[in-house]
């Protein structure tokens, strides 16, 4: 029997107050007779901002004390799925009815534990498959009840993957911090979807395959296909597919149907009794008409604010309060996350011969010599790109990341956790090593403009203070170009002014001016470690957004458009000819102090840059340019949309005058001490970068070419494939 709640009113505690709290809070308040009361995170500081940003008086950082304290009727679990089982438990101690972000646990244990804790308590517990009740899922639904693709016979769930901001975030979202993250994010989407449509679902069959793109995910193509006693299912996980897909196909004796939840939309082909070869010529069409009438109501949806983000979420939890007040079972089971996690655990089991070895799990090798370099950032496409250089020229050296599972198993390259904000990480870090290449920072990515300082100004000084004390004899620190101001010629060598306007710039811009500066006063008052500064321009390279021009406004791949006019310089750093300045950097004798641009050419322009984009793609990629006279216009509508909404006049426009303006760095002094000249030419960039983003195989060039002796010549890279728990496996290469 479940317990029965006080009133129709229910008194709500949100546990977890990261991302997807906001759209809990946002459905909750939409109902009637729901009242939030506290919410809880082990960040107290992050529980107490989501607080005061919705209005309610109570937050804590320990659960417990919260239940006991505020005795809420319902509790959102909506933290990572390891912590669910413990969470669970102290909510059914209280008496608390659950909704639990899925997965409902981390494993079939975990999730018949707290099925188990719930039933003791007499509570409900509703898992969040919150994809159930998209609106075309719940349409698919519909219709095929209505029997419009007779008897179902088989079901085809996709999911895809796409990078979020976040990822790259001073916060990173849950998913990316352990290897089954980003499956046991995913996967339960496909996995519902396709089980809602089955009977007594039996053991899946499992393919798990690995091209090495996705680091931080232990398998990144899955194929699972489950029998069932009504039909069967595959499901699918890609992390790979470009573009992303979403999407569920139900096949029945008279049609099928397939929903796409990314574009919103419900497509049915079926019997229609015309002759075949009508049918066939008239199915386009059919779709078409389909597509158009689902994108009109979805743009109606948005335009009214009938369609808003997460509307299977505000469905399933506008139903699930619902059905407490009636006294009904959930709209989802407890049951159903159980057998959700019981599929996971069978799949990822599967897929245990194709898993990625993660280095933190690698025996430590003995008699090594102890590394000369450090390398932060290590993970990134810098650090990353000199990791590789350094492996492959047999020289030894430590790699640092925050998050080891992005680590990349390379020989002679010694793998290590370490946050800049962490003393003791990096204590560790800096442990024997003789020169610091420092490539850390945070960039691009959402953050506060305490957590860029935090990252690229206070990290860079905490770096440099404890390499003194570690006894550290160089540090090489990458700044960047961006910090140069407007200038009264166009030519600029190291000497010339800050921008006075970076803040208006962004919070790269900003802080990373602040931590040159920093620096710089640093080496000034400070004997070591030696300090040399690097400004590179745009780095790019395989692995990188292919530089198109110095701004490209949305637009397709193929025919992009670029901001200004074709005389518009691009100071571009081909990233093996940085590395060519940081080791030359390194291993020479500048002073402590001393700053050097590294820019490949300072006649290179908007329009040589697009000749070479259209020869290299062989036509494939041509570049369109639209006067600077009509994006300034652009700008300005942007500056006055700013002015509407936050009282305050935008900087659009000074961010274009300063990126389109006439710049150019000859890099004399980088020749002259450093002896520093780009090896490879901009053609041969552009091949290799554009070769990688559209997966055109390249050669693997001699190891000499990389600048680095080839009788320590060594590294490789490899995929593997499994089926079922490691029945074949087929190796392939993939150099980078």
Not at 157 to 180: C, H, K, L, N, V
Request: charged share 20%; glycine share 8%.
């Amino acid at each position: 029997m479940t317990k029965m709640t006080k009133s129709n009113s229910l008194r709500v505690a949100l546990v977890g107050c990261g991302r997807i709290s906001a759209f809990h809070i946002a459905a909750l308040s939409s109902l009637p007779q729901v009242k939030i009361v506290a919410v809880c995170d082990l960040d107290e500081e992050a529980a107490r901002a989501r607080a005061l940003k919705i209005g309610v008086e109570h937050y804590y950082s320990d659960m417990e004390t919260m239940m006991r304290e505020q005795g809420p009727d319902v509790a959102h679990i909506l933290t990572p799925p390891r912590s669910h089982l413990k969470l669970a438990q102290i909510a059914a101690k209280y008496g608390a009815h659950m909704y639990i972000e899925k997965p409902m646990a981390a494993s079939e244990a975990e999730a018949l534990a707290i099925l188990e804790a719930a039933q003791k308590s007499r509570v409900e517990v509703c898992p969040g498959h919150s994809r159930l009740f998209d609106p075309p899922f719940l349409e698919a639904c519909e219709r095929i009840n209505a029997g419009e693709v007779g008897r179902i016979v088989s079901v085809r769930a996709e999911q895809g993957f796409t990078y979020e901001a976040a990822a790259r975030s001073a916060q990173m979202p849950w998913s990316y911090i352990y290897d089954w993250g980003i499956v046991e994010n995913l996967l339960p989407h496909p996995l519902s979807v396709a089980c809602h449509f089955l009977e007594e679902p039996g053991e899946p069959q499992v393919v798990g395959f690995n091209l090495g793109r996705v680091r931080e995910s232990a398998v990144e193509e899955i194929r699972a296909i489950i029998p069932a006693k009504n039909a069967v299912a595959e499901v699918s996980l890609s992390m790979l597919n470009r573009p992303e897909v979403n999407r569920l196909e139900v096949v029945g004796t008279r049609g099928r149907i397939v929903v796409d939840f990314n574009a919103m939309s419900v497509l049915s082909s079926r019997q229609s009794g015309l002759p075949s070869a009508v049918t066939r010529f008239t199915m386009n069409f059919n779709a078409a008409l389909q597509l158009t009438r689902s994108t009109l109501a979805v743009a109606s949806g948005i335009a009214t604010g009938k369609v808003k983000r997460y509307m299977g979420l505000r469905n399933l939890i506008a139903e699930f309060y619902s059905s407490l007040q009636k006294g009904a079972p959930p709209p989802v089971r407890g049951v159903d996350g159980l057998l959700n996690a019981r599929l996971m655990d069978r799949i990822k089991s599967a897929c245990q011969g194709a898993a990625k070895l993660r280095v933190d799990k690698a025996p430590a090798a003995d008699g090594r010599p102890a590394p000369q370099f450090l390398i932060t950032g290590a993970s990134g496409f810098l650090g990353g790109r000199l990791a590789e250089v350094l492996s492959a020229g047999g020289v030894q050296a430590r790699a640092a990341t925050r998050l080891i599972a992005r680590a990349e198993h390379l020989p002679n390259i010694e793998w290590v956790k370490c946050d800049l904000g962490n003393e003791d990480e990096l204590r560790r870090a800096l442990s024997g090593v003789e020169t610091v290449f420092h490539c850390a920072a945070l960039a691009g990515p959402p953050g506060s403009l305490g957590q860029y300082e935090e990252a690229n100004v206070k990290g860079s000084i905490r770096l440099a203070k404890l390499a003194a004390e570690a006894g550290v004899k160089n540090l090489i620190y990458i700044s960047s170009i961006s910090v140069y101001g407007l200038p009264p010629s166009p030519y600029l060598d190291e000497t010339a002014p800050y921008d006075k306007r970076a803040a208006d710039r962004g919070l790269y811009t900003q802080t990373k001016l602040a931590a040159e500066q920093a620096m710089l006063e640093y080496a000034k008052n400070h004997p070591s470690p030696r300090i040399i500064t690097l400004r590179p321009g745009t780095i790019y390279g395989p692995g990188s957004k292919t530089p198109i021009g110095r701004l490209t406004l949305p637009s397709s791949n193929s025919r992009p458009i670029v901001a200004g006019s074709r005389r518009v310089p691009m100071p571009l750093t081909y990233i093996d000819n940085l590395i060519d300045a940081m080791l030359a950097a390194a291993q020479g004798e500048s002073p402590t102090g001393s700053v050097y641009n590294v820019i490949d050419s300072s006649q290179c322009d908007q329009g040589e840059v697009a000749r070479a984009l259209r020869t290299v793609s062989g036509g494939r990629i041509r570049p369109m340019f639209i006067p600077y006279s009509l994006v300034w216009m652009m700008m300005l509508g942007i500056d006055l949309l700013s002015l509407l909404r936050q009282k305050k006049l935008g900087t659009a426009r000074y961010r274009l005058k300063r990126t389109l303006a006439d710049m150019r760095y000859p890099c004399v002094a980088a020749g002259e001490d450093l002896g520093w000249t780009p090896r490879v030419t901009l053609y041969e960039g552009l091949a290799r970068a554009v070769g990688a983003a559209m997966d055109i195989p390249k050669k693997i060039e001699p190891v000499a070419s990389l600048g680095v002796d080839p009788r320590m010549a060594g590294g490789g890279g490899s995929a593997g494939m499994t089926m079922g728990a490691g029945a074949y496996r087929v190796t392939g290469g993939d150099q980078r």
